[in-house]
């Protein structure tokens, strides 16, 4: 048989294989028109959605991955990724903690996290993935009482669709970027948040406590919209290491704040940064961004990344209505072989908007990773304002860390300040410590929390202390 | 509580130290001084295990221990602390977080809990008047932006809290103005005890009007020329070295 008509029949299998299969759980590797058709019908998602998504394809196939970031990883074959699987079975998984790498078990151990936590984040088969049932039921009951939705985005396709048409992809549009595209072609999960008009939303949303989302965590896809004078909170993300069959993560979070809204988006990422060579750690290629949309709106990411092989990630803010306010608060520690290229954006659109960016980042090992930001003053934007801080620490000797800032000033009439530094773990502080009586390992822990000391106040307190928590975890042994 | 035999130290290859001999028992204050460049930074940092500084020959035992053994921190937990004459800055960190961590090291090291959060709060704001500090000092960020008198009482005020047995003192009148020096000498003096040393490693006579010491040793060239007690420093405020030099050359 010519190897041309072989080429045709395995393609006409497996395009055979997917039309029988569509009571299955998985689709075989590779990404074409029918795999989108699968996962939408997965979904029973309507007709304009599914269109949406090949839209979304087609855009994707005129694409090119970008190679600008400072990063440095093998191509990535897109047709060799399933991009359907439905959530494990328990008998796939580990059936107890004994079966769990005791180096994980260790890190857990460190972080305080309670045992039944533990084997959920481990994989670990488990009926009542946290006892939280009650908890869940308690926190429906409250938001529904203040009007708030929130939901996996599936659920929101289904039961609030006018709201997903209206807003979805309205901040990042399909064809926005490579990954952008990909995960429009191909998302099957995510968070939706609606919090009406006037309304501020009684407590802190966490995706924690959404534990139906488990395993979605490749394509993930969030979108939370915030009407007139509407607040909310939203914390993303835990501090335990995760983990993740899936190599390639490529999700994309919406946020829209209207008239006089707030939202504070907050992140802590741990993803498994792969073994001492970084073997089989995450690819993390995230399109974060937030539409200023309304006047006297305003919207604040604060992350703490430390995990993932690769980080690709700029949480960005749009200042489009007048007098708008966006901050970016982050801490990048990159350890062993991990590489980061994160920073942010910030387009002054409206007039009177302000931006705030302060990023700290840590390097050690032989890790690598760069700020890459920018700021943007449109001509319309007159009486603006930026501040950047971005600050580099560097542990050791063979970790690298560079700044890309990027300014654009389309007006006289604004102001734009950046500081940055970049310096090294002084062994004169470390001495100074010790000298002390502190051991070396926190000396290192208190000189690194206190240079991040700008960004865990940002954060929400109870992620605050986890976040001191999980440095001292991610450093450990990178000195000495 | 400190004996020191026969100690050569070396810096990048060149001998520094060249067989510095001294006993400090418990309760006795000593002042060593000594020219630029004699060896009394080297010495003092190699009692307080600083990187860079090789010991060839000699002993330093702490206590009974081989100090010269002991890591950096051990030697602080063990009751020797050092007191600097350029404390380095720590943005971030607040005073008081490195306060309470280092009480709490050594606290540790001796077997005891940590200590209470009301009683630490009172043991720290007792000190700071004593120092003639403002609470809000606690707060700042350690030794960041502080002037250099604010550094050296800073310094004081760790020793009054963590109450070492042995207390080096590098240079730590230097850049002090004369009320400075009268609140850091109040507070050094205030550590004087049966049970404790101090050690002050000084350029200038003058803080010896303030902190009167038991024994005076001038250093010189690597090796200590001359032993005495406190009007030893008198004469060098008047005659300066060389008379020692000429007489130890001699």
Redesign the interface.
Known sequence: MATEEMEQLVQREYKQGFVTDIESDTVPPGLDESVIAFISHKKGEPQWMLDWRLEAFHQWQTMKAPSWAHLDYPPIDYQAISYYSAPKKPEDGPQSLDEVDPKLLETYEKLGIPLHEQAALAGVAVDAVFDSVSVTTTFKETLAEAGVIFCSISEAIRDYPELVQAYLGSVVPRGDNFFAALNSAVFTDGSFVYVPEGVECPMELSTYFRINAANTGQFERTLIVCDKRAQVSYLEGCTAPQRDENQLHAAVVELVALEDAYIKYSTVQNWYPGDEDGKGGIYNFVTKRGDCRGDRSKICWTQVETGSAITWKYPSCMLRGNDSVGEFYSVAVTNGRQQADTGTKMIHIGKNTRSTIVSKGIAAGRSNQSYRGLVKMTPRATGSRNFTQCDSLLIGDQCGAHTFPYQEIGNSKSTVEHEATTSKIGDDQLFYCQSRGISEEDAVNMIVNGFCKDVFQELPMEFAVEAEALLGVTLEGSVG | MLEIRDLHATVEGTEILKGINLTINPGEVHAIMGPNGAGKSTLSSVL????GYEVTQGTITFEGQDLLEM???D???AGM??G?QY???????KNI??LK??LN??RE?RGEEEIPSPEFMKLVKEKLEFMRMDTSFLQR??NEGFSGGEKKRNEIL?MLV?QPKLALLDEIDSGLDIDAMKTVSHGVNSLRSENRSILLVTHYQRILNHIEPDQVHVLIDGRIARSGDKQLALRVEDEGYEWIHQESAA
């Not at chain 2, 404390?87 to 960190?93: A, D, L, S, T």
């Open positions: 307080a295990g600083r990187d890591e950096v921190e030697r602080a937990r602390l050092m600097f404390p380095v800055e720590i943005p971030g960190v977080y490195l961590s280092a090291a050594q090291a960020a350690v760790q963590l």
